[in-house]
């Protein structure tokens, strides 16, 4: 036995803040964006699809520490900013946060990111794997002036299940309850004594919260959370099939600079004034492609049987290949392979019969909208 | 009736001419929540060593190796419908295929059950 898949580590591994806690819980460590971050954890609990299914009906804590969190401020802010993201920043109000994408020169995704509206300065949240890069990137192209402050000493979790809420509203306290925050938006609130930033996101389709905090209260407050009992640790493994199933791409895999937003479906990620103006790296595709349209797209498949196909696995309609997998697994919520494929538009409709090839076998997928499983975010009470 | 080990976590149960395969519960461990296994179909000639099987976890697959050459003989039905059997009884229901045995000095190098459960505490 052995896994196919090989990770490559040519780098020293970072430790996160929650690295002894994590192994505490029966964790299994890997390397993951340059760090040992937990894949699953031990326990009749444990195992990604535990913890999947424990995500979608309870509530799960992630660390996403690894991701970079970054705060910029200087004159100009806004402008300078929207000449580096296809943001419009006119319309983000203050406690609210959004999805961007950073782009080079020829519309490429280099990464996507949150950008959140704090006062005084802009807060982004991007990529573990990518934010080395993603700082030169915005140091090369932001004046001078701007002051980034890499926030290296703070930690991230994200609690997210339909009972997430429920949990983290015993705790919080703030100038609001915690019940007044709807998705995409945040504030400042009081968890175990720390002040921490809250914000009503996440990456698994489900309502939920991402806290930033001190990586010294890291600790204490993931403690305190899995003291609830809806509430238990969850894994990258599970992290990966939560999202697959809520349609969300996934950096380095389903967008890279080989792939235009619009290629993606990620179309809302070019604002709206931003669509006609431009002022932006790779506007000129861009905004010609949302017009124009583009050669391939970015779809869910659904396979029959069940053989999951995996990133790479080549798509065909008949003996033509009409695209490649970027993305692909066993869904744990439907019972059923699932994945996700640029294909050529001719055959990106639903409904559209094709097959995917895996280890010279054709399996059998057909085109379905995404998300696979729908998204249950807050919105407002009802 | 023996059972050897390999170092690619497979187990062999050979008696007289004919084997059983599996993969051990160390493997299982590792792979986590098993949801398909491509079995070899009956007839196939196996090189040891050589690719066998699929197993397919949540996360990624991971290819089997023939512990030894021979010819697939059966495999286990019971893992289509059930694959997770490979999780909850690795090492008896959750058996692979029955093969011949082509060459017994093929055995020599595989590492009984001690030497196996030492290989696991040194990884």
Known sequence: ?382 | MARYFTDEHEWIDVDGDNATVGITDYAQEQLGDIVFVELPATGTMLDKGGDAAVVESVKAASDVYAPISGEVMETNAALEEDPALVNTSPEEDGWFFKMTLGDKSELEGLMDAKAYKAFCESL
């Open chain 1, 1 to 382: 036995m052995s896994d196919t898949e090989e990770t490559i580590e040519d780098l020293p591994l970072g430790t996160l803040p929650l690295d002894a806690w994590h192994r505490a819980q029966g964790a299994r460590m890997v390397p993951f964006a340059g760090y040992e971050m937990p894949i699953q954890y031990a326990g009749p609990f444990g195992g990604i699809v535990a913890e999947h299914e424990w995500t979608r009906t309870s509530a799960g804590l992630f660390d996403v520490s690894h991701m970079g969190q970054l705060l910029l401020s200087g004159p100009d802010l806004d402008a300078v900013v929207e000449a580096v993201l296809p943001i419009d920043l006119s319309t983000l109000k203050l406690g609210s946060q959004r999805y961007s994408l950073l782009l080079d020169e020829n519309g490429g995704v280099l990464d996507d990111l949150m950008v959140s509206r704090w006062p005084q300065h802009l807060y982004l949240v991007v990529n573990g794997a990518t934010k080395w890069d993603d700082i030169g990137h915005l140091r090369e192209y932001l004046p001078d002036e701007i002051t980034l402050n890499h926030l290296e000493d703070r930690a991230l979790l994200a609690l997210q299940g339909p009972k997430a809420a429920d949990a983290l509203a015993r705790h919080a306290t703030g100038e609001y309850p915690l019940s007044a925050l709807t998705f995409m938006k945040f504030g400042q609130f009081r968890l175990a004594g720390h002040d921490v930033t809250i914000a009503r996101a996440g990456y698994t389709g489900e309502d939920g919260f991402e806290i930033s905090l001190s990586g010294d209260a890291a600790e204490e407050i993931a403690t305190l959370l899995c003291g609830e009992p809806e509430v238990k640790p969850i894994g990258l493994g599970a992290r990966d099939s939560l999202r697959l199933e809520a349609g969300l791409p996934l950096y380095g895999h389903d967008l890279s600079p080989e792939t235009s937003p619009i290629e993606a479906g990620l179309v809302f990620g070019i604002n709206k004034r931003r669509r006609t103006e431009g002022g932006y790296p790779g506007a000129e595709r861009i905004n010609r492609e949302i017009v124009d349209g583009t050669a391939r797209k970015w779809v869910g498949l659904k396979l029959d049987g069940r053989m999951p196909a995996r990133e790479g696995a080549e798509v065909f309609s008949g003996d033509e290949k009409i695209g490649v997998v970027t993305s692909g697994g066993f869904s744990p919520s439907l019972g059923y392979p699932i994945a996700v494929a640029y294909v050529a538009s001719a055959h990106a409709a639903e409904g559209t019969a094709l097959e995917i090839e895996v280890r010279n076998k054709r399996l059998p997928a057909t085109v379905v909208p995404m998300p696979f499983v729908p998204h249950r975010y807050y919105r407002g009470s009802k």
